[in-house]
């Protein structure tokens, strides 16, 4: 079974710039997940989708993030203008059940640098 | 209040020795799940164990289990045996059913084993 899978694994860009990450869950996996994770930090929440859906979205700065999960399979996370503080780890993660025992399956991650 | 609480940025061990890697949580949810994942340098986050709220008995995986005190809200971590590749970040996580299955993540213990 194949894992999570995104891309790029690496991104430099410049501040004011915009970026866009892109995330295919494990099939079947109607849960998806975006993550940010600063050095030395745990993962915090961005987005949450459920097929399609919006499950929770509280903390994603709308004013330079979006993302999108058309037909419920791939996600993209892009983020317009960036700022130095979004430099980052950008994990995507997917799960088989809404039951709070499924586990999640991550990608192994975009790592964002912002100059 | 922090939903996963981890008081030990970093722990040291002695290979083949056992370690307990400390895990609080805050729920008024009566069904959730918590987890411990494994960062290791290279980043990706590997799942190692999983507990639900209404199992009787600790979860064990080969070297690892998790010391479930429910009325303490406490879900350690103990890996035995420790192995020189079992230096990594260590993370709780919880999963409470009730509110759309969103993860909450502690800070994290980084875990070095000494040969």
């Known amino acids: 079974e194949a894992g999570v899978a995104q891309s790029p694994r690496y991104k430099i860009i410049e501040k004011r710039q915009s970026v866009a990450f892109w995330c295919n869950p494990i099939?079947?996996?109607?849960?998806l997940y975006w993550y940010q994770q600063i050095l030395g930090q745990g993962p915090k929440l961005l987005i949450q989708?459920?097929?399609?859906?919006?499950?929770?979205d509280s903390q994603l700065p709308k004013d330079r993030f979006s993302a999108e999960r058309l037909k419920g399979v791939d996600s993209t996370l892009k983020i317009q203008p960036a700022k130095l503080e979004d430099s980052a780890v950008y994990l995507c993660a997917s799960s088989l059940v809404r039951l709070a025992g499924g586990e999640q399956f991550f990608g192994p991650g975009t790592r964002l640098t912002v100059l | 209040a922090q939903k996963i609480t981890q008081t030990q940025p970093g722990m040291f061990v002695q290979e083949k020795e056992a370690v307990t890697l400390d895990c609080t949580y805050d729920?008024?949810?009566?069904?959730?799940?918590l987890f411990w994942y494994k960062q290791p340098s290279s980043g990706e986050m590997i799942f190692l164990i999983y507990?639900?709220?209404?199992?009787?008995q600790n979860a064990t995986e080969g070297r690892y289990s998790l010391n479930f005190q429910k009325a303490r809200k406490s879900a350690n971590l103990v890996i035995s045996a420790s192995q020189l590749g079992d230096s990594a970040m260590y993370f709780c996580a919880m999963r409470e059913a009730n509110t759309g299955n969103q993860f909450y993540f502690g800070t994290g213990t980084s875990l070095t084993v000494i040969p």
């Open positions: 507990q639900g709220s209404y199992d009787q």
């Open positions: 989708f459920q097929n399609n859906g919006v499950v929770d």
């Open positions: 729920t008024s949810d009566p069904s959730y799940g």
């Open positions: 099939s079947g996996h109607a849960t």
